[in-house]
C-alpha cells in the first residue's frame, strides 16, 4: 500500500449519500479525499457515489455497484480502490475478493500511509507504525496475497500447528507491544526535558491539516519554519519562544493538523506528541478563513481536542488566509458567525499584532501579581525569582530588596514555594 514508485497508481474515490451526509456534502468529501490521494502520489481517474438506504455490511456499498465498480476500474485501468468512510475487515475482504488484483483502502488507510511517508524523526516514525500495526490487525484474512500486499510480507513462514496468519498475528502484536514501550520511554524524555518549560505560559496551535499553522508560527516567531502547500507536511512538534512588547514571553508550539475522520489509532499514538497541546494555558484554533468548510472544520477540531481531553482549555480562534478572500460579504459573513475570532494573513503578515494583543490580554488575565522580599545574603535565590517573570517594582531597604513581580500562576506558585524552603532552612539554622 506503497504510492513512493516513479508510477503514479491510479485510482478511484468511491462516497456513500446516506445519513447525515447530502450529495454536496459528500463531493466536498471526496474533493479532500481526492487532495490526500494527490498528496499519498495517486493519480485520480474516476469518482463514484451511491445513495444508501443503509451501509451494506458486506461491501459497504450495493453488491451491484461493486461488481460496476471493479468493471469500471479495469477499463480505465485503475489500480486502487478508496472509500471516504472506513470499512470493517469483513467488507475489506468480500471487496478484494470481488477487486482481484485491485487494491481496496479506505481513508484511514490513506491518511496512515501519508503519515509513514511524512514521517522523519524516530518519535514520528514509531507513532505512525503503531498506529498502522493497530488498524492493520484485524484485518488479517486468510488470502495470504492480499495481505503480502497490505503488509508487504510482513511474518515468517509457519510454524508446526500454526498457520501463517496466527503467526502474522502474533508477530504484530509483539512489535505492538515494543513500539507502545519505546513511545513510553520517549514521553518520559519529554517529560524531562519539558520540566525546564514547566514555569513558562504556553501558548499551541492546532488547526485543520494545511491551514497555515507553520506559517503562522513563522509570523509569530520571525524564524524559518518547514512549511510546504500539502497536507500533513510536518508531523512533529515545534516549539519555539516568544516575546511580545518586552512585557510578555511565552512558548509557542505547533504540531500535525487535525482532519475529518482521523484514524483512532492515529490520535492515540500522537498523544505524547500532542501533549503540547493538552498542556497548553492556550489554544489558538487556526482556521481557513477561504475555505467554505470552515464550520465543518472547526467541528472537527474540537472533536480531535475533545478525545484529547482537551477542551476546557482557554481558545482563540484565528481565521486565517484573508488574503484569499475577495468582496466584503464574506468578510461580513466571518465576522458576524466568529465575533471573537482574529482574521489574519500569517503569509502577508496582515493582523498579526492583534493576534498578539490577544494572545497578550489572556496572559494579563490569568496572570498572577505577588510581593516578595529577599534579604542581601539571598543574591542567588533573587535571580531567579526574577527569571520567567515581569518586575513590576523594585526597591531596597536596610535588610534587603522587595519586588513586586507579575507572572503565571504556574511560575508565581514556584516562587512562593521557594521562598517558603528558603524561610523554613534559615529558620532551622
Not at 509483539?174 to 513510553?184: A, D, T, V, Y
Amino acid at each position: 500500500m506503497s504510492f513512493e514508485a516513479e508510477k503514479l497508481e491510479k485510482a478511484i474515490l468511491i462516497g456513500a449519500i446516506h445519513g447525515k451526509f447530502d450529495e454536496q456534502s459528500v463531493n466536498e468529501h471526496l474533493d479532500e479525499l481526492e487532495l490526500l490521494s494527490e498528496t499519498a502520489g495517486a493519480e485520480i481517474v474516476g469518482r463514484v457515489t451511491q445513495r444508501l438506504l443503509k451501509i451494506n455490511p458486506a461491501f459497504f456499498i450495493g453488491k451491484g455497484k461493486a461488481e460496476q465498480i471493479v468493471r469500471q476500474a479495469k477499463e480505465l485501468d485503475a489500480d486502487l480502490l478508496i472509500f471516504d468512510e472506513d470499512l470493517n475487515p469483513a467488507q475489506t475482504k468480500n471487496f478484494q475478493r470481488l477487486a482481484d488484483n485491485l487494491k481496496v483502502i479506505d481513508r484511514s488507510a490513506l491518511i496512515l500511509d501519508i503519515f509513514r511517508k511524512h514521517a522523519k524523526t524516530k518519535e514520528a516514525k514509531t507513532q505512525v507504525e503503531l498506529a498502522h500495526l493497530q488498524y492493520i490487525l484485524p484485518r488479517l484474512t486468510r488470502m495470504w496475497t492480499h495481505l503480502e500486499r497490505q503488509m508487504g510480507g510482513i511474518g515468517a513462514r509457519a510454524g508446526a500447528g500454526e498457520t501463517q496468519i496466527e503467526v502474522d498475528r502474533r508477530l504484530i502484536r509483539q512489535r505492538i507491544g515494543k513500539l507502545k514501550k519505546e513511545l513510553n520511554r520517549m514521553d518520559q524524555e519529554r517529560v524531562t526535558q519539558g520540566k525546564r518549560r514547566k514555569d513558562q505560559f504556553k501558548v499551541a496551535i492546532v488547526g485543520y491539516t494545511n491551514a497555515g499553522k507553520s506559517t503562522l508560527m513563522q509570523a509569530l516567531t520571525g524564524e524559518k519554519i518547514y512549511i510546504q502547500d500539502q497536507l500533513f507536511a510536518t508531523l512533529d512538534t515545534t516549539i519555539r519562544s516568544v516575546s511580545f512588547n518586552g512585557t510578555h514571553k511565552f512558548l509557542l508550539s505547533d504540531t500535525v493538523g487535525f482532519i475529518r475522520k482521523l484514524p483512532h489509532h492515529l490520535v492515540a499514538s500522537f498523544r505524547s506528541t500532542l501533549k503540547e497541546v493538552i498542556e497548553g494555558d492556550l489554544i489558538l484554533i487556526v482556521l481557513d478563513a477561504s475555505s467554505q468548510q470552515v464550520m465543518e472544520h472547526l467541528e472537527t477540531i474540537r472533536a480531535v481536542l475533545k478525545e484529547l481531553k482537551a477542551d476546557k482549555q482557554q481558545t482563540l480562534l484565528v481565521l486565517n488566509k484573508i488574503d484569499l478572500i475577495h468582496g466584503s460579504a464574506r468578510m461580513a459573513y466571518l465576522k458576524r458567525i466568529f465575533p471573537d475570532g482574529v482574521l489574519v494573513s500569517a503569509r502577508d503578515h496582515l493582523r498579526i499584532d492583534q493576534l498578539m494583543k490577544n494572545i497578550a490580554k489572556v496572559m494579563d488575565e490569568s496572570a498572577q501579581t505577588i510581593n516578595v522580599f529577599f534579604p542581601f545574603d539571598q543574591g542567588r535565590e533573587l535571580a531567579i525569582a526574577q527569571e520567567g517573570v515581569e518586575v513590576l517594582e523594585r526597591s531596597y531597604d536596610d535588610d534587603g530588596v522587595r519586588l513586586k513581580i507579575r507572572g503565571s500562576p504556574q511560575r508565581i506558585n514556584r516562587i512562593l514555594l521557594s521562598t517558603e524552603k528558603w524561610a523554613s532552612k534559615k529558620k532551622a539554622l
